[in-house]
């Protein structure tokens, strides 16, 4: 979706400032929940679902959450959203059912990648409403295929259950100007690994 | 960080520790004693927090890769194989990629869409590479974001960033920097920060040469 | 990864001295200190709010020093519990300062 979460190239969020000797959690809830997603993920959902969920939150909590509030709210949604937590395990804080076993690691299926290193592509001007990984700054654009990837599943389904839908994944190399207009440096470039299912050929003269 | 008591060569009885440091010694004796715990308990604590959780595992990986010309090439073609070469466990979903700094090209990582980021050989992401500034800014200004990072690039330096926008993670194998000659292993570790392996810092040779 | 939470507890004021996301020992008797509370916990001999508790108060009422308010809070705790007293941490400390026992870790 078109959301505040695609940040890649907006503006006004001012400068980068690093904390140095910062804590690795900056509060104890922050650990809880890194600690509760650790132990539900891959159980009742996968990280495309949780990314999708995130993404949901209203933008303007989005911008002023931290790190960890987003994830504190994504994960309450997901669980609530897939029936884990029931009225009655909150109001006893204890768990009624077992959980379920983890999801069996899936194997890409072999595939023939439409694309070759060195190939001209061009990404599709895709504004899907669901969840994606082709971010806004790169939509419409021409890159060069840098590495084949392997395949992988792709987001746009998995996030909302569908598939899984295996695609070969690509290295796409795009020059900072491409992307950023004639102001940027000729030689500065950005990578971005794209599905195939986001990228055409690069029409030819 | 030395375990220096004093001693010099001939000499037969340390320095007296300080009270403090009697204090820890006297409370991990008699809780031995009391077959609470074991040193050997302590070590493990402490062993895996200098040297399994965190960056450390990143600079080592940049480190041998110094030293080791095959080894680098091991470690750009199949990183978590070369993890695993250096007797980690390499515990992930995801596949690391370490991209190489060249003289005239300069890589970085980050995550515009979330905050995707090598943890399984850096540890916990920063802050700062989580936030909205640098995930918007990274792509498109990133000379400006490694300038308020605190490093000035020479203008003849090509920038190359990295979107993780899918199961890859990153990682920077920075060059090795002048100064560095006859160092060892554990010599060169302490100079890779994960500032370094992020992209946003090159590794620096303290001002007093030999000081370690 | 239980460690690994039971320190994440641990934030602001309290949170562990760390320099480019790594933990920092000045010394190597803080690192004993470190394992020692960490590994006490693991074990069942206090819950790690506890702990975390007394570290909060002696770092409000204690020195600057990090490890020394961790140290004392640890010894404290255990004090308390019967674990050890502290005639023992004392009798003990007094043989290492005058080297009737060997100072190494």
Same mark, same amino acid.
């Given at each position: 979706m078109n959301g505040v979460h695609d940040m890649g190239g907006m503006h006004g969020f001012g400068p980068v400032i690093a904390e140095r000797?910062?804590?690795?959690?900056? /509060?104890?809830w922050e650990g809880v929940v890194r600690g509760m997603v650790d132990g539900t993920a891959g159980r009742y959902f996968n990280f495309d679902e949780f990314r999708r969920v995130m993404e949901r939150m209203p933008a303007e909590d989005y911008l002023r959450a931290s790190y960890y509030e987003k994830w504190l709210y994504a994960i309450e949604t997901i669980l609530k959203e897939k029936g884990v937590v029931t009225a009655g395990e909150l109001a006893t804080g204890r768990p009624s059912r077992p959980p379920p076993p983890p999801a069996r690691k899936q194997s890409p299926p072999q595939q023939t990648p439409r694309f070759n290193t060195g190939d001209r592509v061009v990404t599709r001007n895709l504004n899907p409403k669901g969840h994606t990984r082709l971010p806004r700054y790169a939509r419409g654009k021409r890159g060069v295929i840098r590495s084949l990837r392997g395949s992988f599943m792709l987001p746009d389904a998995n996030a909302h259950g569908r598939g899984p839908e295996w695609q070969p994944c690509y290295a796409v190399e795009f020059d900072a100007s491409e992307l950023?207009? /004639?102001?940027?440096?000729?030689e500065d470039r950005v990578c971005i690994d794209l599905w195939e299912s986001y990228l055409d050929p690069e029409a030819s003269a | 960080m030395s375990h220096d008591? #004093?001693?010099?060569? #001939?000499?037969?009885h340390p320095d007296a520790p300080s009270e403090i440091e009697a204090r820890t010694l006297a409370l991990e004796s008699l809780l031995v004693e009391k077959g609470i715990l074991t040193s050997e308990d302590v070590d493990r604590v402490i062993s895996t927090y200098e040297h &399994?959780? #965190?960056?450390m595992i990143g600079a080592h990986l940049v480190a041998r890769a110094w030293l080791d010309p095959g080894y680098r090439e091991r470690l750009l073609r199949d990183a978590p194989a070369a993890v695993r070469e250096l007797g980690y466990e390499y515990r992930a979903d995801t596949r690391l990629v370490v991209i190489a700094n060249q003289p005239d090209v300069h890589n970085m990582v980050v995550c515009t869409l979330c905050s995707c980021y090598p943890w399984m050989v850096l540890g916990l992401p920063p802050t700062w590479y989580k936030s909205a500034p640098y995930r918007s800014r990274a792509v498109s200004e990133p000379r400006a974001v490694l300038a308020e990072l605190g490093l000035q690039l020479p203008d003849d330096i090509a920038i190359t960033v990295w &979107?993780?926008?899918?199961e890859l993670r990153y990682m920077v194998l920075p060059e090795r920097p002048d100064g560095t000659d006859g160092w060892t292993e554990k010599q060169l570790t302490a100079i890779v920060s994960r500032d370094c392996m992020i992209g946003v810092a090159r590794p620096e040779v303290p001002a007093l040469a030999g000081k370690h | 990864m239980a460690v690994d939470r039971t320190i994440a507890s641990l934030d602001g004021t309290e949170a562990l001295p760390r320099k480019n996301g790594e933990l920092v020992f000045q010394a190597p008797w803080e690192g004993r200190a470190f394992g020692l509370a960490v590994v006490l916990n693991d074990k069942g001999a206090y819950p790690w709010n506890d702990f975390r508790t007394r570290l909060v108060e002696r770092i409000a009422d204690g020195s600057p020093d990090y490890y020394e308010n961790w140290l004392h809070a640890l010894e404290s705790l255990l004090v308390d519990r019967g674990i050890i007293t502290g005639d023992d941490i004392h009798r003990r400390t007094a043989e290492y300062q005058a080297l009737e026992r060997d100072p190494v870790f």
């Open positions: 000797s910062e804590p690795v959690f900056h /509060a104890r950023w207009g /004639a102001e940027a440096r000729p | 008591h #004093g001693h010099q060569e #001939g000499a037969h &399994d959780i #965190g960056p &979107d993780s926008s899918a | -």
